[in-house]
């Protein structure tokens, strides 16, 4: 899954060459559109037409067309399973009522069990150290709870800047809930001045200075805002030379970067599955713990669903713990959440990350490509609209979205996008999130994109 820019430029040079067009022609796109190995993926997935989306002007485009969905990292594309399996549910509770917590093809007391292996696969770790409940912020304290175990020296917590308010607003209450001052116990790491991403030398270097202080090096694994994948593995084994534990916030990672939290020995993690994971909005969240942790370190809160499956039932109010991650369940899970996640679990279950990988960073290398022929700055024409990217170029060191800011007003390119039923979003104070996604983006969506972009450029008044 190894692909260099060089390698992405190379290989469309190849097709243009084979092809006898130019590199930018749609016929390059459509070329790298059949030898897709993952192309009939996108007929599992439900993908709105132009004029369904609320924005579209029809009087600009044709209404009938796929829109060009580059939103996924903000909420993946319905599968199309998932309306089939919340009505075979809907019908069980109807039919057969209490009796669907035990029966069915999904029982309601364990059905999220069933889904834990799949998932487990995607983020590289064994299905006993893999869970799925709640949302990703409630985890995110349940985790928290357990290993934030601040002492008189070591009591910080390393966070990146610009981490998602959630996360920042957990670490502020984990905090402030052990009676401590939140400014003297964050430590935040910023890019360097005139930079946009973090290096990870930099975060390596925090962590070996400030390490005898820090309880808890707590960061993304994909940076929201920059599209930026830190280097897991670097950063848990910098930390724990220095005695801290790690965990990440997977958000933007799972389903999008190949994951190996466990051979990377990391701590604990957690993760919402809506966004490349497509399991809806609000979906079943998922939380890892490594299994050295199994016996030593236990949940904080306890709740019925942490107890031994098989004398849960017992009733006797003394807690069967069981071990590692599956002891911090508190509660029965929403069985019509489980149906949405289990349709897409079973598309990644068709592939598999490095597969996914191969795709998606050929696929963003070509959107990056486009872009830096169009609209890199040209002194020459300091009047021409720009685009910067502020995610790293380097394929390893960002999952599918790049970021993009302009020489432009925003606000109005996005609007106009919006018009020409592109699908992607803006995040303040001026950045434009375009995230292709493997699993049903094509080649030809980001050729599509590149297309209403010059177009939206135009008419936003940008010369």
Not at 324 to 345: E, T
Not at 368 to 374: G, K, N, P, S, T
Request: glycine share 6%; hydrophobic share 40%.
């Amino acid at each position: 899954a190894e692909v260099s820019p060089c390698s992405v430029q190379q290989t469309i040079t190849r097709v243009s060459q084979e092809l006898n067009c130019s590199a930018t022609s749609l016929r390059v796109a459509e070329h790298l559109d059949r030898h897709d190995e993952l192309r009939l993926l996108r007929q599992e997935f439900l993908i709105p037409k132009i004029s369904d989306l609320p924005p579209s002007d029809l009087s600009l485009v044709d209404g009938s067309e796929d829109c060009i969905y580059f939103a996924g990292n903000s909420l993946g594309l319905q599968p199309k399973n998932a309306k089939k399996y919340i009505e075979e549910e809907l019908e069980k509770w109807a039919t057969i009522g209490v009796h669907g917590h035990l029966k069915g093809s999904r029982p309601w007391a364990w059905a999220e069990d069933t889904l834990e292996e799949l998932m487990a696969k995607i983020v590289g770790a064994k299905p006993e150290e893999v869970v799925l409940m709640n949302g990703l912020t409630v985890n995110l304290h349940l985790l928290m709870l357990s290993f934030y175990k601040p002492s008189p020296k070591r009591y910080k917590i390393l966070l990146e800047d610009k981490a998602f308010p959630s996360d920042h607003y957990a670490i502020e209450s984990q905090i402030r809930l052990r009676g401590l001052d939140v400014t003297d116990s964050m430590l935040i790491i910023k890019p360097r001045q005139g930079e946009d991403t973090i290096r990870t030398e930099d975060i390596v270097s925090v962590i070996e200075r400030e390490g005898d202080a820090i309880a808890l090096v707590m960061l993304s694994g994909v940076q929201y805002y920059t599209g930026q994948l830190f280097n897991m593995e670097a950063i848990t084994s910098a930390g724990h030379a220095k005695g801290c534990l790690v965990g990440f916030d997977c958000a933007h990672a799972v389903g999008n970067a190949e994951l190996q939290l466990h051979d990377w020995n990391v701590d604990f993690a957690c993760w919402c599955s809506y966004k490349y994971v497509n399991s809806g909005a609000g979906g079943l969240a998922g939380a890892y713990i490594h299994e050295k942790h199994a016996h030593s370190v236990k949940p904080t809160l306890m709740g019925w669903w942490g107890h031994n499956l098989k004398t849960r039932f017992l009733m006797n109010n003394e807690m069967e713990l069981q071990p590692g991650v599956k002891g911090f369940r508190l509660s029965n899970q929403p069985f019509l959440l489980v149906c949405p996640l289990q349709a897409s679990l079973e598309i990644f279950n068709r592939t598999s990350m490095k597969d996914l990988r191969r795709k998606s960073v050929l696929l963003t290398g070509y959107l990056e490509y486009l872009i830096r022929h169009y609209y890199t700055k040209d002194p020459s024409a300091p009047d021409k609209p720009s685009v910067h990217i502020i995610t790293p170029s380097d394929p390893q060191q960002r999952g599918c979205q790049l970021s993009l800011c302009f020489s432009c007003p925003i606000r109005t390119v996005f609007q106009e996008l919006e018009k020409r039923g592109v699908a992607c979003d803006m995040r303040e104070p001026n950045v434009l999130r375009v995230a292709p996604v493997p699993l049903y983006n094509s080649f030809t969506d980001v050729h599509r994109f590149i297309t209403a972009l010059g177009s939206a450029l135009s008419a936003s008044g940008a010369k």
